[in-house]
């Protein structure tokens, strides 16, 4: 949005034949966008302001609708995830992030753009509803759009599968749809949707060291950055979760040895790898907290299944961020120095 606005002065300001100052003033104010865009990008976890508590909506919808709380708050905190990632969407800003495009709301053929007349919307095939009973069906109302995507979930039928069924005709994408279903996984373990809380992944009384390794080269397997941050540590050292997530992944990778993946809501995956073993209970589908121990430091990877010792032992760290469209790896290291220094704080704290 900001980026299309500044677009649109730069352009009206060529058109008014203005002096090149201002058009100068205009390029500084999109490369400034620009800039702001990449540190979006770049940072994609602390990016989050909710307005208000969207808590409130979703329990009223549920209400309405009998769609689960923890289905719609997943959906909306994937699609506020989502536009607060990606560059060619408006930032949340409101309590409900969804966007349901205008030529779904309104029906594609409804000549009538600016009518939010639900009778009229629904003639032509439109989705938008009026949730909060004033008559109008907007898409930026909160009530209307929970309400909305509650209706339309609820054509599918109620079981979980009828949901993944609407889940993949909306999205049409295998992956958004596992990311939506782990969110509402934890949301409902949790009874919450405030699953914020971040943990240190080695705890502090081990010894351990790390620097800033994030986009060094790295020789083994071919051309390959280092997407990560290598936390050295003897042998057996717990590792922890250091978010609320899903495991999506364990088991062996011959680059990473025997690591695990797990996903937390923020659509961010938690890389762990090299390690020496995994606590007994986690396996692919487990719950975690942060805090919770999910393997021990080792050196396993680099080779075929049970290779180790061709490093020091150590944790690799990675983060990746799925935008809606592609993953990719951001840098893990000043958000494990934040956590480090949260985990000195509330040691001395208690
Ligand atoms: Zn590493």
Redesign the pocket.
């Known amino acids: 949005m900001k980026v299309l606005i500044s677009l649109l002065l730069a352009s009206s300001i060529f058109l008014t034949g203005l002096a090149g100052d201002n058009v100068m003033k205009a390029e500084e104010a999109q490369n400034l966008q620009q800039k702001k865009d990449l540190q979006k990008q770049a940072h994609p976890v602390f990016k989050e302001q909710k307005a208000e508590n969207p808590m409130p909506y979703y329990l009223k919808t549920a209400a309405l609708t009998d769609v689960p709380w923890y289905l719609l708050a997943a959906i909306d905190q994937y699609e506020r995830n989502v536009r607060n990632t990606r560059r060619d969407l408006p930032d949340a800003d409101g309590p409900v992030a969804i966007l349901i495009p205008r030529h779904k709301w309104l029906g594609a053929l409804n000549p009538a753009q600016k009518d939010r007349d639900p009778f009229f919307i629904s003639l032509f095939d439109g989705m938008g509803k009026d949730g909060n009973g004033d008559g109008a069906a907007y898409e930026n109302d909160p009530d209307d759009v929970l309400y909305t995507m509650a209706q339309y979930l609820s054509t599918y039928g109620s079981d979980w599968l009828d949901y993944k069924t609407a889940l993949w005709d909306y999205y049409k994408s295998e992956k958004t749809i596992q990311v939506i279903t782990e969110m509402a996984e934890l949301y409902k373990h949790f009874g919450t949707i405030e699953l914020e809380k971040r943990a240190f992944p080695i705890p502090l009384r081990y010894n351990y060291d790390y620097r800033s390794?994030w986009g060094a080269r790295r020789g083994w397997g071919g051309l390959r950055i280092?997407e990560?941050t290598?936390i050295f540590a003897g042998y057996g050292t717990p590792v922890l979760s250091t978010a609320y997530g899903v495991v999506e992944i364990i088991g062996w990778n011959k680059f990473g040895g025997w690591r695990i993946g797990i996903r937390d809501v923020k659509n961010v995956y938690h890389y762990y790898?090299h390690l020496s073993g995994y606590e007994k209970h986690i396996k692919k589908g487990s719950i975690v907290k942060p805090g919770e121990v999910i393997g021990y430091v080792g050196s396993s990877g680099y080779g075929p299944k049970g290779t180790q010792g061709k490093f020091p032992p150590?944790l690799?760290y990675g983060m990746y961020k799925y935008d809606g469209n592609t993953e990719y790896s951001f840098d893990p290291y000043p958000y494990l120095r934040a956590w480090e220094r949260e985990a000195y704080r509330s040691c001395r704290g208690s």
């Open positions: 390794t280092h990560g290598d790898a150590h690799h």
